[in-house]
């Protein structure tokens, strides 16, 4: 058993900044990619950040220079900093993570998991 728990959320003014959490714990041999994504009313889930597993970023175009992703190998987590937050990136955002397990003696089992949510809020 995987699980991936996310923290860090809330309710922030335009220009403000809040940071993301998430940890993975259980069953983990190894975690490849980690990402955030977000998921506004109304509208499809989309990739805001990844970082692969030799902590190299990518961005969507719309949080370049305002987010930066990161992650600490040996606690299992991935942050998400996030700075000059406007109106537009209030969404639920759900941690990623490519995880391998080990299933047996010589056995290995990687699939991908998902957080729950946090909310973020960015109003006045």
């Known amino acids: 058993q995987v699980q991936l728990v996310e923290s860090g959320g809330g309710l922030v003014q335009p220009g403000g900044s809040l940071r993301l959490s998430c940890v993975a714990s259980?069953?983990?041999?190894?975690?490849?990619?980690m990402g955030w994504y977000r998921q506004a009313p109304g509208k499809q889930r989309e990739l805001v950040a990844a970082?692969?597993?030799?902590?190299?970023?990518n961005y969507a175009e719309s949080v370049k220079g305002r987010f930066t992703i990161s992650r600490d190998n040996a606690k299992n987590t991935v942050y998400l900093q996030m700075n000059n937050l406007k109106p537009e990136d209030t969404a639920v955002y759900y941690c990623?993570?490519?995880?391998?397990?080990?299933?047996?003696?010589?056995?290995?089992?990687?699939?991908?998991?998902w957080g729950q949510g946090t909310q973020v809020t960015v109003s006045s």
């Open positions: 990623n993570a490519e995880i391998r397990s080990r299933r047996g003696s010589g056995v290995y089992v990687t699939a991908n998991y």
């Open positions: 259980g069953s983990i041999f190894s975690i490849n990619a």
């Open positions: 970082i692969t597993s030799g902590r190299r970023p």
